[in-house]
């Protein structure tokens, strides 16, 4: 059998995928799976146990182009199962054009007419996007909610062992959407309460001036900015061993929980109703404590505050984010 799981979208939303190839290895554990995803995010699955390959199909150089030759791809292969969790049309084409029986996906996808099963995808009913990505493999598995999981690789966790002499940190201090994202100067409040523990900057090479930013105007000088010098994995297993790492809602949380590592996950403009909040065991959501007539102001966030005071955001204390650290020994 080889089963063909499909998501190619943004980091964190495959990351949340990946319960359902836990899921489908678990109950078909002969079957050959692969996963088609976005170039950049393929580093993600290096020495995936329970992968056999991974398709990438490049949406920034020669997109159209490349759109064609991964759907040829796709039906020459001649899947058994092709599951789409991605709800946007040009998936729904590679799935259309597969030539596979048995299609799966989520209503919302332009080309679901094509699918044998399809699956209400609903924000807002508090289900966690891994329970609705579950959903769609519920005649095969009957499963509860999965945890998402990665897999770093002995030399990932080698690359970061120098990181680790003594007890730290981490943060993620940056998200694609402004209105997702703690303000630098929020961050810096916080990280001036910190005085025991090492604190490390995580992010991608965009993200590295803003952590900059950050180290400049923090009186806490134990800081090192490790933007854009860890691959995904690297982040993982450093992550994994931290003592609290902190995340917008964004990708790093999602990261943090695949490798069951504490996290606080910081929500401003979006609500932890949506379905995206952290799954680790040891986990915590800080937001506003106040009711506001504004939020949430929309599922992604925005470039900009739309009531142009951003109080989600500002009006959120170090003490919250400090309550979420274990005491120092």
């Given amino acids: 059998m080889k089963i063909l799981v499909i998501q190619t979208a943004f980091i964190g939303d495959v990351v949340l995928a990946t319960p359902v190839i836990e899921e489908m290895h678990k109950h078909f554990p002969e079957a050959k799976i692969d996963f088609l995803l976005r170039k950049g995010n393929e580093s993600l699955f290096a020495g995936h146990?329970?992968?056999?390959?991974?398709?990438?199909?490049?949406?920034?150089?020669?997109?159209?182009?490349?759109?064609?030759?991964?759907?040829?791809?796709?039906r020459r292969t001649k899947y058994s199962i092709v599951i789409n969790l991605h709800r946007f049309a040009s998936s729904g084409l590679i799935?259309?054009?597969?030539?596979?029986?048995?299609?799966?996906?989520?209503?919302?996808?332009?080309?679901?007419?094509?699918?044998?099963?399809?699956?209400?995808?609903?924000?807002?009913?508090?289900?966690?996007?891994?329970?609705?990505?579950?959903?769609?493999?519920?005649?095969?598995?009957?499963?509860?909610?999965?945890?998402?999981?990665?897999?770093?690789t002995p030399a990932d966790i080698e690359n970061v062992k120098e990181y680790k002499a003594s007890q730290y940190i981490c943060i993620a201090p940056s998200s694609v959407w402004f209105t997702k994202q703690f303000p630098a100067h929020k961050w810096v409040e916080f990280i001036n309460k910190i005085s025991t523990y090492k604190i490390y900057l995580l992010g991608a090479p965009s993200d590295s001036t803003l952590c900059e930013q950050i180290i400049n105007s923090s009186l806490n000088k134990n800081i090192l900015n490790l933007s854009g010098k860890l691959t995904f994995l690297q982040s993982a297993a450093l992550m994994k061993d931290a003592v609290m790492n902190y995340s917008n809602d964004s990708a790093p949380l999602h990261i943090a929980s695949s490798v069951n590592a504490p996290i606080t996950a910081v929500f401003c403009s979006t609500v932890p109703g949506f379905g995206f909040g952290p799954l680790s065991d040891k986990s915590f959501i800080v937001e506003i404590k106040e009711k506001l007539y504004c939020r949430p102001c929309g599922l992604h966030g925005y470039k900009a505050c739309p009531q142009k005071h951003f109080n989600c955001a500002e009006k959120i204390n170090a003490e919250q984010l400090l309550e979420t650290i274990a005491p120092a020994p």
């Fill in 49 to 74: 146990p329970f992968l056999n390959k991974v398709l990438i199909w490049d949406k920034k150089t020669n997109k159209t182009p490349n759109l064609i030759k991964i759907t040829k791809e796709v």
């Fill in 95 to 152: 799935t259309f054009f597969s030539g596979v029986k048995e299609k799966i996906g989520f209503d919302k996808n332009p080309f679901s007419f094509c699918y044998t099963k399809k699956v209400k995808h609903i924000i807002g009913n508090s289900k966690h996007e891994v329970e609705r990505n579950l959903e769609l493999i519920s005649a095969f598995t009957n499963s509860t909610l999965v945890k998402p999981s990665l897999y770093p």
